[in-house]
């Protein structure tokens, strides 16, 4: 039972599907995936039943997927369990994880939920489940629930998997009906005086797929529009993703689109993760945008549109993009990392009464609130557009660059990793146990000039991880910020340390304003806590060894 619940990662389940992977061994298997699709069947089933007050039949229900090759013999085993669960089934094809959800809205489609078959930007041999109903992505403990019905599911079935489905899933194309959604958004919105159906006609636009599922922007959208995408890179689907990673973080990723720009004087590069919930962007004069510079683009976009607004991003994000936002006027909420936690916090803000346009986590994923606060790599896409083809309509030559030109960039900024010395099934609680050591350091006093961070405008406080409202959010992973500040008590840095939910190991963030800062909290961390704590027992911190001495990664 214990195999099918450490499937779950968040709010999502994912594992190893292949073979091929030095130390692993494949865990989400045909069995395991039917009795997690069944499970989110009846889940599902059951909710509408309680939200319509009565029975319910012909319960409708999407699968997505990436182009992994696992995903052939496990779509199976998804709709075996859905068909158990006594729900109708509709097959999208290569998709989209925001696609997905979307054809749980889109008229005539308007699916009860829906699942996207994929694992983001990790390795071919792994897969995953994403989940949605018509008001979003599941939580963590509603995708919990889930996994422990299965677990239970698949203890009793164990290898016994249903290959022959009785009722075949309906092929239905959607994602042709969701690139006429995205294209009759930038139309309406740029509303171009001259040539409305074609507004991005005299632009140059590189899409890197990344061989992943969103090639279909290039021809389905950018096309349509008038766009010239020649140059553009790796838009075949082939699940090995024989190229990079297709992870808008990734280096080769943005490199190899920086240098299509460059070489095809364009004016926009994106960037596309596997399932196009996560995007990045170059500028025409090749300066790559992602992590916190993406986040600033879209808070300048969305500033422009909502003054005054909040903006929530994962407590990664550096002390020179708070200014960036509230020198424009908004205000930034730093919240627990994890993009679910992000967007629900931004949710729940604006049930607050809140006003919350943006929520940004620095590996890409974005969720407006004008988009059903859905993270949409492609959606985000969209708005950095249309601000361009304004911009260009106004008169500017500029690229959309300029947008965040006075953005200032840490002086330094470091992630190191700790494993955890454990069992898998003890490494969660270990990690527990030496995050809440180093809470408890700080707020002894023990770590002189540390001190856990808080953001008051958004009630959140005790390391930017705890609500101190009346409804606070259960705490998913544990993690912590602290803020360090020097003897005139004015802040030089940030600490933040979290435990990994998709690997057994620890990760400390920094980031200072002042040269040598980095190693001197390094430094601080490893003699003051983890040697002083006895922590140091239960892991291998000789990634932080090694900085403390030296300073340098390598």
Not at 120 to 149: A, M, Q
Not at 373 to 380: K, N
């Amino acid at each position: 039972m214990d195999k099918i619940r450490r499937l779950q990662n968040g709010s999502d389940v994912r594992g190893v599907a292949l073979e091929g992977e030095k130390g692993r061994t494949v865990d989400l298997t045909p069995p395991a995936v039917e009795a997690i699709a069944e499970s989110f069947g009846e889940w599902i089933i059951k909710a509408l039943q309680k939200e319509r007050g009565r029975p319910v039949e012909d319960v409708t229900v999407s699968l997505g997927k990436d182009p992994r090759i696992s995903g052939a013999s496990l779509s199976v085993a998804v709709f075996a369990g859905l068909a158990r669960a006594g729900c109708l089934t509709f097959d999208l094809g290569l998709a989209t994880t925001p696609a997905c959800f979307m054809s749980t809205l889109l008229p005539p489609f308007a699916y009860d939920a829906s699942i996207m078959m994929t694992a983001s930007h990790l390795p071919y041999t792994r897969n995953g489940l994403k989940f949605f109903t018509k008001k979003g992505g599941l939580t963590s403990p509603e995708v919990e629930e889930i996994c422990d019905k299965a677990a239970h599911k698949y203890a009793n079935r164990l290898t016994k998997v249903s290959t022959m489905l009785n009722s075949p899933p309906k092929k239905v194309d959607f994602m042709r009906a969701y690139a006429k959604h995205l294209r009759n958004i930038i139309k309406e919105r740029v509303n171009h005086p001259i040539h409305y159906d074609t507004p991005l006609k005299g632009f140059q636009i590189i899409v890197n797929a990344g061989n992943g599922s969103g090639g279909f922007f290039t021809w389905d959208v950018l096309d349509q529009l008038g766009a010239d995408t020649f140059g553009s890179l790796h838009l075949n689907p082939d699940g090995m993703f024989p190229n990079h990673i297709p992870n808008p973080e990734d280096k080769t990723a943005m490199a190899l689109t920086r240098a299509a720009v460059l070489e095809n004087t364009a004016d926009l590069g994106i960037v596309f993760d596997t399932d196009v919930d996560r995007s990045g962007v170059v500028d025409n004069n090749g300066n790559p945008i992602n992590g916190d510079k993406l986040i600033a683009l879209m808070s300048a976009v969305v500033l422009k549109e909502h003054p005054g607004t909040t903006i929530v991003t994962d407590a990664r994000t550096s002390m020179e993009l708070t200014r960036f936002i509230t020198d424009r006027g908004g205000h930034h909420c730093l919240y627990r990392v994890g993009y679910r936690n992000v967007i629900d916090k931004g949710v729940h803000l604006n049930q607050d009464g809140v006003e919350t346009h943006l929520m940004m986590e620095t590996s890409g994923h974005g969720s407006l609130k004008e988009n059903y606060f859905l993270d949409d790599g492609a959606y985000m896409v969209v708005k950095i557009i249309i601000e361009m083809v304004r911009m260009r309509l106004e008169g500017s030559d500029e690229g959309i660059g300029s947008l965040i030109k006075d953005l200032e960039e840490p002086l330094e900024s470091i992630e190191l990793r700790m494993n955890i010395i454990s069992e898998p099934k003890y490494a969660k609680a270990r990690g527990r146990e030496v995050i809440e050591a180093f809470r408890s350091y700080i707020e002894e006093g023990q770590l002189k000039g540390w001190e856990l961070d808080a953001c008051g405008d958004c009630w959140v406080s005790e390391g930017c991880l705890v609500d101190s409202n009346d409804s606070p959010t259960a705490i998913d992973a544990h993690m912590y910020r602290a803020k360090v500040s020097n003897e005139k008590n004015e802040e030089i840095g940030w600490v933040h340390i979290r435990q990994s939910i998709h690997n057994p190991n620890i990760a400390i963030n920094m980031q200072s304003s002042v040269p040598g800062c980095c190693q001197l909290m390094t430094k601080v961390f490893r003699d003051k806590f983890l040697l002083a704590s006895g922590m140091a027992k239960t892991l291998d911190f000789s990634q932080v060894d090694k900085y403390a001495r030296h300073g340098k990664m390598g």
